[in-house]
Structures are given as structure tokens and as C-alpha cells.
């Protein structure tokens, strides 16, 4: 890799006074001493959370998904809209991490330890719902294909819910081990700098006794350069099998053979809004402003300007395909969204996700934090909203009048969804404290280059 | 060079704090005709392969290798399954339809490629939970560069002469270590 870079570029980290040390200091100071107060009210809430999650799931396991509000109609709702906007939140950490890799965009390194960790957490969250909806989740093993004493009964492999479990499972094993193999390095610094003896021993148990040799350090640059190759098409391929589930089936509105691409667009869209909430927030609790810039949060809008817009296209080619398949039964489906019952629904996703982005096409609004928090909101919303219009909007007027129905949730199916929000910020808070967020070592391995860079940026700005 | 591993009781090491005087004192050791026997840093140095002579890893032939299996074992047991182990009419299907295979393949290809890489990474890295690491300098893992010869059973005078020419490879501290 090339160790060239323009003093023209913004620099990638600010400061004059950086140093490999300063970087080490500044990032393992978040994982030494006790929390700052703010950490433990934001703690406090996700323990709430997750309190909630617990005593609504319990409950839906006690009694039956009778508790929710599905019926006939509308049966799929808030349990799949969950479980796809989850998994969607998750895409954007393999992809800072592995496709930005591969790319060779160095602006990955500010964020993509934390935005790997929002992967895990969000397709942590995510697996829960497809098992909680099964209703006799005592026998969610059955998915899995076994030699059994039931027949031998397998499962279908010709069906997109069993490539989910595949999808699924594949992703979130695979995000796991990238995500450590970078961590142990990281562990290993914590460790050497660790002033107890208890300190040490975790951090080396953590690191798995990490040496930084420089044999170590060429083999870790193969794995990771491979993982990365692995997991691009991953990433591409488990919003697309997610898709499968609606695509591959009958139903007016989700029979579309556009569903893949733009699924996977937008997952990458709220995932990167997501990264966006958490890395705003991140950067000025843990003072790390000088690692992540308004450089990275700009980079982060561009892309969900670009994603964002391409969801849009998507809604509108829906639109027209609907129109022009000439089908009547298509053709009510996307009449139903945008006029129908759910109309709110439609056009707060509309207005989210296609309508807001565009602000991104300003340089003033891309650099502006309050802006793009605000924005990480709203897209977060529209998305959620998205999924929500794609399979309710579809069920509630199937084929026959008789059996049209207005679906309305109930406190547990709110309480889920809230509880689940409860149940990924207690993983990340967790994180914040015990795990390095930035990735030190490549930091620090950007850092020769580009400290040069900010240097000269910073005495020319010094002398005007 | 040792590949990795800590073979020896003592050691001598240099300490750089800049990579390109790292990299340029490991030239200057080489050149006194000295074997380097570690080298750490706190990041991967680029360019430190080739000075040292570490050859690419075999990673990707493993991953490669194992990701192979796992399409063939995905294709095999789906095959199996479908058309002799318990042929089920799904729709009217066919029992053997490689599309609807695909997603599955996939996905264990990238599974069983990964996972495998992953332990043949730390078993060659010599990594595992709990550990002790023989690590010559704490500060390698911070903000300082180290080269380390190893120096069991060598003579004072041969000492020496690794000491001086580390000094001359602009070495901010010349240091002795000894795992016991």
C-alpha cells in the first residue's frame, strides 16, 4: 500500500500533537476506570429495555403469539419488520469493514471496529425474531438439518425461510470471527498497558496472548485481506436470500424480481444511518473527534445520499412496473400503499427515506452534525416504516373482501420491538467500555502518512 | 528467522520508535551479516516481508480448500435429501432443482472457509485463549519497534558485536531479556 498522500485530502486524523502513543492513550482510556455519569443513565435505559424485551417475550412464549396482534390476514407483521430492518442495520459494518477494505478507503478504520460491533449486536436482535414467531420456539431446532429420529424428516431445502436460517447463521459466524481476529491486537495493547495484575490476565485471555511479531502481523494481514473477500459477496447475498422470503412468493406486492438489489441498498441505507447515530454519539462521549472527523460523518452521507436514492429509484420502478405489468390484483397492491389504509405508513417511508437524503447533495448539511444525526433518525424511521408498509400494506387486502382486516399492534408487539432496541444498546454500551472502539493498530498504521499531512494543514492554518 | 516462536532464554533487542528507521535498521543488521530472530511492532509494517524473507502465508489454500468441501457437502447432503434420503413434493418441485440449491452451497462455501481459516490462522499464530505470551517489550505493542536476536549459548564477544551493531542501526536503547 502506497504511504503517499496528498496534502490536499482532509486529513484522516486531526491533531497536532498525535503520536503512537497518544493514539494508544487516547482510545484504551475508554476501557480503563469507572464509567463517566452519562454512560450509566444511557445504561440505565438499555437495562430498562431490555427488562421490557424479557417480560414480552416471556409472556409471548407463555401464552402464544395469540398475544400479538396478527390474525388470518395479517399474519406476518411487526415480528418480520423487526427481524428484516435488524438485519438490514447490520450490513453496513461488513461493509465498512470488508468491501471499504478492499476498495483500500482508509476513512474505514475510524469506524469499522464499531460498526462490526453494531453488526453483531443488530443480527443478534435479528435472530431473535424469526425464533420468537415460530411460537413453540422449545422446538426452533427443527430448522436445522439433521439426521433425525423423525422420519428421518428433513427440512426444505427449496425454501427461502431455510436459506435465511443458512444466511443467517453464516453471517453472523463470519462477522464474529473478523471482527476478533482485529480485535486481538487491540487486546494485546490494553494488556501491555494495563496496570493490574487481574487487568492483564483478561486482556491477554482476550487477546489470546497476542505477540506482534512481524510473521504475526503478515499472517493477520492475509486473514483479513481473505475474510474481506468472503464477506463482500456475503453481504450482497443475505439481504438478497432475505428478500427471497417475500420474492419468491405469491403475493401481489412482494412477487418482484427487483426485490435483491434493493434490499441490499437498503440495509447498506440504514445501516449506515445507524453507524451514524451511534458514532455521533460515540465520538463526543468518548472524546474521539480527532479519529472520527467531520470527514468520516461526510463520507457517511454520501453514501447515504447515494443509497438512499437508489431505494428511491426502486420505489418508483416498483410503481411503474405495477402500472405496466397490467395485472389488476399488482396494481391494487401499490394503489393500497399510497392511498389505501396505510397511507401514513407510505408516505412517511417516502418522505424518510427518499425525500430527506437529498438534503446530502449540500456540502453545508453533509458537515453539519446536527443535520446528519437528525437525518440518522429519520432514515432509521423510514426504513423501519419501509419494511412495515412491504408486508403489512401486502396482507391486509388479500384476494378475497371477506377476509380484508386492519392490522393494529398490541402492547407486546410494541414492547418487543422497543425491548429489542433495549437489548442492542446494552450489547454496544457494554462495548464502549470493554472493547476498544477504534481499531488501534490500524490506526496507527494509517497514522505515518497522514500525520504528516495534518501537520502541514494545521502550521499553515496556524500562520494565517 | 524463527517463525514466531520464541525458541531461545535471552534475548538483545533494539528499540526504534519510527517505522522507516525500523525498516531501515533491519537493512543495516543485514548488512553486518546479523539473522534477525523477531521482529514486533505495534502495527503490520509494510515492506518488512520481504526484508525479513517471510514467505505468504498458505491461508487462503486452506480457506480455499475448506470452502471447496463445504460446497461439495452442501451440494451432496441437499442431493441426498431430496431425491433418496426423503423426496418430498413441495408444489409440484422437482426433487433435484440446483437453483433452490444454490443459496445453501453458498452460504457453506463462505462458512466452512471462513471458520476453517480462522483456526488455522491461530493455530499457525500460535494464539489461543489464556496464553502467555513471551513478549520481549511491552511498549512493542504501544509506540515502539523491536528487533530481537536471540543470544543463548553465544559468546560475550559475539554479543557484543549484535549490541554495537544495533547501536550503529540508530537504536534508541539496546536491552537484554530473558524468559525464564
Known sequence: MSKVDSLLREPLINGVDKTYGKITEDIVRNTEGNPPKDWWIAFGFALAGLLLYVTAVSWTIFKGIGVWGLQKTVNWAWDITNFVWWVGIGHAGTLISAVLLLFKQKWRTGINRAAEAMTIFAVICAGQFPLIHMGRIWQGFFIFPYANTRGPLWVNFNSPLLWDVFAISTYFTVSCLFWYSGLMPDFGTIRDKAKTAKRKKLYNLLSFGWRGTAIQWSRFESLSLVLAGLSTPLVLSVHSVVSFDFATSVIPGWHTTIFPPYFVAGAIFSGFAMVQTLMLITRKVQKLEDYITIAHIESMNKVIVLTGSIVGIAYITELFIAWYSGYLYEQYAFYNRAFGDYWWAYWSMMTCNVLSPQLFWFKKFRRSIFVSFIMSIFVNVGMWFERFVIIVTSLHKDFLVSSWNYFTPTWVDMSIFIGSLGLFFTCFLLFTRIFPVIAIAEVKAIFSSISEAAQVKAKKEGSH | ?180
Do not use: C
Open chain 2, 1 to 180: 528467522m524463527s517463525q514466531g516462536k520464541i525458541e531461545q532464554k535471552k534475548y538483545v533487542y533494539g528499540v526504534y520508535s519510527h517505522e522507516t528507521n525500523f525498516l531501515d535498521a533491519i537493512k543495516s543488521v543485514q548488512a553486518d551479516g546479523l539473522t534477525v530472530d523477531d521482529a514486533y511492532s505495534p502495527f503490520p509494517v509494510h515492506g518488512i516481508d520481504d526484508l525479513l524473507g517471510i514467505k505468504e502465508t498458505s491461508l487462503h489454500k486452506a480457506g480455499f480448500t475448506l470452502g471447496f468441501t463445504g460446497l461439495v457437502t452442501a451440494f451432496s447432503v441437499m442431493t441426498y435429501v431430496n431425491t433418496m434420503g426423503y423426496p418430498t413434493v413441495f408444489g409440484g418441485k422437482p426433487f433435484f432443482s440446483l437453483p433452490a440449491f444454490i443459496p445453501v452451497m453458498f452460504e457453506t462455501t463462505v462458512l466452512m472457509a471462513a471458520v476453517g481459516m480462522f483456526f488455522v490462522y491461530i493455530k499457525r499464530n500460535e494464539l489461543f485463549p489464556g496464553k502467555i505470551p513471551m513478549i520481549i517489550d511491552e511498549r512493542t505493542t504501544d509506540d515502539k519497534f523491536a528487533l530481537a536476536f536471540g543470544i543463548d549459548g553465544k559468546s560475550d564477544s559475539e554479543i557484543s558485536v549484535i549490541k554495537s551493531s544495533l547501536q550503529k542501526s540508530g537504536a534508541e536503547e539496546v536491552n537484554i531479556k530473558s524468559f525464564e
